[in-house]
């Protein structure tokens, strides 16, 4: 079993006491499972982690794979120059997904990369894991325009790239997957964003759907409505479910909560 767990979270920036000092308390629920993640992760002892992001590079019909061997970045976009990351990447297997992605007709790899620093949606989730764990590689993988079913179709290529290495005794790795996204962003009158029912109906949905495994509802949610809830994690979370394709799954919604008026959910 080459990939050992997959793993939803947020990103958050104000969850990290650096840039949200006091505030970052306002999410205890979410920073209590990720206490709960990490552990889970750092017991598992990956030697690769798979992460989607919307965040990273990002075109319309093009999913964008973060090439080359490192990358480096750092949270002074939110007042936290102090917090900084580097991580190696695996690249032979960002390479080798590439050509599998093309393969099977899907528009991704590692062109059009204009800025190497790391985002965000990569950072938050590397900021509790880096107490934790030292030694992995990161695979970074964006998201695009295209439809759900691409998205979908990457991630079943994720678990082909994963059974390629895992085949080969001097590839073997571990792998786990993290989808960072957050959910609505329109929860609260006085949240960035503002308020519109879809934005806690939209929440309801995915959170319902991760709690019982049932990914394919995921599928079920009509793009309009989603941009109306102003959401940015399902087309993360719908390439880990492709990765999952075919598996017997356990899922367990750790903790929801919108404190800000966006929702974060970790499972």
Same mark, same amino acid.
């Given at each position: 079993?080459?990939?050992?767990?997959?793993?939803?979270?947020?990103?958050?920036?104000?969850?990290?006491?650096?840039?949200?000092?006091?505030?970052?308390?306002?999410?205890?629920? !979410?920073?209590?499972?990720?206490?709960?993640?990490?552990? !889970? %992760?750092?017991?598992?002892?990956?030697? !690769?982690?798979?992460?989607?992001?919307?965040?990273?590079?990002?075109?319309?019909?093009? %999913?964008? %794979?973060?090439?080359?061997?490192?990358?480096?970045?750092?949270?002074?976009?939110?007042?936290?120059?102090?917090?900084?990351?580097?991580?190696?990447?695996?690249?032979?297997? @960002?390479?080798? $997904?590439?050509?599998? #992605?093309?393969?099977?007709?899907?528009?991704?790899?590692?062109? /059009?990369?204009?800025?190497?620093?790391?985002?965000?949606?990569?950072?938050?989730?590397? &900021?509790?894991?880096?107490?934790?764990?030292?030694?992995?590689? *990161?695979?970074?993988?964006? $998201?695009?325009?295209?439809?759900?079913?691409?998205? &979908?179709?990457?991630?079943?290529?994720?678990?082909?790239?994963?059974?390629?290495?895992?085949?080969?005794?001097?590839?073997? +790795?571990?792998? *786990?997957?993290?989808?960072?996204?957050?959910?609505?962003?329109?929860?609260?009158?006085?949240?960035? &964003?503002?308020?519109?029912?879809?934005?806690?109906?939209?929440?309801?949905?995915?959170? +319902?759907? *991760?709690?019982?495994? =049932?990914?394919?509802?995921?599928?079920? $949610? =009509?793009? =309009?409505?989603?941009?109306? @809830?102003?959401?940015?994690?399902?087309?993360?979370?719908?390439?880990? #479910?492709? #990765? $999952?394709?075919?598996?017997?799954?356990?899922?367990?919604?750790?903790?929801?909560? /919108?404190?800000?008026?966006?929702?974060?959910?970790?499972?």
């Amino acid at each position: 079993m080459p990939l050992y767990g997959a793993f939803i979270v947020p990103h958050p920036p104000v969850i990290i006491p650096e840039v949200g000092g006091a505030r970052s308390r306002d999410s205890d629920n !979410t920073l209590r499972a990720f206490e709960v993640v990490t552990d !889970t %992760i750092a017991a598992l002892k990956p030697d !690769t982690i798979l992460v989607t992001t919307p965040h990273s590079v990002m075109y319309y019909d093009y %999913i964008h %794979i973060s090439p080359g061997e490192e990358a480096k970045g750092d949270f002074s976009e939110f007042g936290a120059p102090e917090v900084k990351f580097s991580v190696s990447y695996d690249s032979r297997f @960002a390479e080798k $997904l590439g050509k599998i #992605a093309e393969s099977y007709g899907i528009r991704a790899g590692s062109e /059009g990369e204009k800025n190497k620093k790391l985002d965000h949606g990569t950072m938050v989730p590397l &900021y509790f894991l880096s107490a934790r764990l030292k030694d992995f590689k *990161i695979v970074r993988i964006g $998201l695009s325009g295209l439809s759900y079913a691409e998205h &979908y179709k990457l991630g079943k290529c994720i678990a082909k790239t994963v059974k390629y290495f895992d085949e080969k005794p001097e590839t073997e +790795k571990r792998y *786990i997957f993290i989808a960072s996204g957050d959910l609505s962003h329109k929860l609260r009158n006085d949240g960035p &964003y503002g308020y519109a029912e879809q934005g806690p109906a939209f929440d309801g949905k995915v959170t +319902k759907a *991760i709690a019982e495994g =049932d990914f394919g509802r995921f599928f079920e $949610l =009509d793009e =309009d409505f989603c941009e109306e @809830a102003a959401e940015c994690g399902l087309r993360s979370f719908i390439i880990m #479910a492709g #990765a $999952l394709d075919g598996r017997k799954v356990e899922s367990k919604l750790l903790s929801y909560e /919108g404190p800000f008026g966006v929702g974060y959910a970790v499972a």
